[in-house]
């Protein structure tokens, strides 16, 4: 008797979540089956004059048009799906090295990065033919600051603390390579879909200043950050990667975004 009530019941679940299913399947080919729209935006209204397809300075004319609008850009912009960017914040950024015993690993939080707003773009070339595009920078500043935590050995020494951190970059020279695809959408506009990229880069100088090092030994710390500063250039090898990963998702996001919503005849109008 009580089998019997479990498996009627047990059916009735079946037969309700059967149907349940079926409604959740139905809502999903009527969405569907719906027109998607398909957004097709001008260029930002302060980004001016288009660059010509056929302009025979095609890479000035780009350097031209891009170079005063970063600043603004850096403010974020909703309508294009654009965050601010100065300061960016970078959720999380981790940098391990070596192994458990000799390598070191740091993580830094809510780490916030200025200087994308005074950044310089300095030349481009263009390949429309070959869809392929690179992009010059350069920045006086790269200031990172957040709250670090490091442990493991760094060169020879160990270390290990969590703090407040800061690491400036300076004079940094980066380039942005990518190819692109253009999609054909259902609307007739081509989109362009950055397929690869790269983000070769060279750094100056670096300033780092890890606060309470070694639970706050003030002597051990300062020490450390004198060794860090003194060896830079063997430390960016190791920060290096991990902020032109950072630098990499900002310009692929960013870009993707506008991609997605400006339709590439707008970007390149051809007559
Ligand atoms: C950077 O750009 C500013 C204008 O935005 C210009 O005055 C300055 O000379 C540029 N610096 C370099 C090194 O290109
Ligand atoms: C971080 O370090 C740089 C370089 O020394 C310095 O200019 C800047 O003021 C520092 N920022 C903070 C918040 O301490
Ligand atoms: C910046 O780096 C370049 C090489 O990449 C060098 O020629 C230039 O002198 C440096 N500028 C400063 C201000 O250090
Ligand atoms: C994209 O990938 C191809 C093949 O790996 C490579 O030849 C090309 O240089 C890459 N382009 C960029 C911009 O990194």
Redesign the pocket.
Known sequence: MVANMFRSNNRFLCEAFTVFVACLCWLQIAQYAEPVKIPALPLPSYVGKACRANDPNLNECVVRTG?PVIKRITQGDPKYRIPKLEPLTISKMRIEQGTKQVGMTMECQECQLYGLSEV?F?AARVDLKKRHVEWDF?MDKLMFLGKYKVSGRVLILPITGSGDANITLSNVTFSFLYDYDLDLKENGKNYARITNSTLPYKIGGMYINLENLFNGDKLLGENMNRFLNENWRDIIKEVGPAVADALTEVFRATMGAMADLVPFEYLFPSD
């Open positions: 170079a310089n300095t350069w």
